[in-house]
């Protein structure tokens, strides 16, 4: 039976489904819609639309090395509840390992990859996850890092992912000071590495408001400029990993520590679950109170 254009719009109508999985569903079950359906559900792929809606801004990162790559990435679901699920977590382990053996450039064109080269895509395979968790999932984010063999990967968890590091020493292969920058990174949340990647217009600006700040407080004009240069150094601490004081030893700066250890700090990547998404309060007295009239 040939599938026209109006029942694939039926059927994304009915299901949600996008356009192309639709037609899919159609071609396989020869136009028999109910069938159709039934097919779009077992593959998770109704389902999943349903909840594309709702809000993920729970889940884990996680951190997979292998040699002299690696990838920290970020995937979301709704309920911190099931980012502690034994089927969730197997999913970011067969993400990750997927990213690190494919090393797609984005997260849209690993959703289009046939997971690790030869099973469903990948966003089959998040779609197929949907439908047994019963939670919206997505592959938020991903980076790719590479190292040199003098290099050590400096890998760190907190809270079993609710915050996940990434870090590149370089001029030694002590893993466990490698470890110890991530977690300082982890806890102090450095932006950059050094003040020299901070950009120019970031530290003109934040010149310009201390200057206003000090002429406000109605400093001498001949005294403003040493006081902005030293509240300019608290700035350059609080943003950069080197100026900041190492959590394990607060009267050494991180910089210093690495170089007593002859090693520098290449770069770093720093993930904590959910920043950036906007959450949705919820009022759980009143969900209840409209479960209850359904």
């Known amino acids: 039976m040939a599938v026209t254009a109006q029942m694939v719009k039926e059927l994304r109508e009915k299901t949600g489904a996008g356009m192309l999985d639709c037609k899919k569903a159609l071609t396989e079950t020869n136009g028999d819609m109910e069938k159709a359906i039934d097919y779009l559900r077992e593959k998770g792929i109704a389902k999943a639309a349903k909840k594309a809606d709702r809000i993920a ?7 997979i090395t292998e040699g002299n790559n690696a990838v920290i990435l970020e995937v979301n679901s709704e309920t911190d509840f099931v980012a502690k699920n034994e089927a969730f977590k197997q999913l970011v382990t067969e993400l990750g390992q997927h990213l690190l053996a494919q090393q797609p450039a984005n ?13 469903p895509t990948v966003e089959e395979h998040i779609n197929a996850a949907i439908a047994k968790i019963g939670e919206k999932i997505s592959l938020r984010r991903f980076q790719l890092v590479t190292k040199e063999d003098g290099d050590a990967f400096g890998v760190y968890l907190h809270m079993g992912g609710r915050i996940g590091v990434l870090a590149v020493l370089a001029g030694t292969n002590d893993t466990e000071l490698a470890k110890d920058i991530a977690m300082h990174i982890a ?10 990647e901070v950009p120019a217009e970031e530290t003109a600006r934040e010149r310009e408001i201390l200057t206003q700040q000090a002429l406000n407080e109605g400093k001498p004009a001949n005294i403003v400029e040493k006081m902005v240069e030293g509240r300019l150094g608290k700035f350059f601490e609080e943003i950069c990993l080197l100026d900041q ?30 920043e950036g998404i906007e959450k949705r309060q919820e009022n759980f007295a009143e969900e209840v109170m409209n479960q209850i009239k359904k």
Request: proline fraction near 3%; charged fraction near 25%; charge should be positive.
């Open 245 to 274: 004081s190492f959590v394990k030893d607060p009267d050494q700066k991180v910089g210093k520590y690495v170089q007593s250890k002859g090693a520098s700090v290449k770069t770093f990547v720093r993930y904590e679950v959910g």
């Open 107 to 119: 997260v849209e064109e690993a959703l289009k990859q046939n997971l690790n080269g030869n099973g």
């Open 57 to 63: 801004a729970e889940g884990t990162t996680s951190v």
């Open 187 to 196: 806890a102090a949340n450095p932006r950059y590495v050094s003040r020299e």
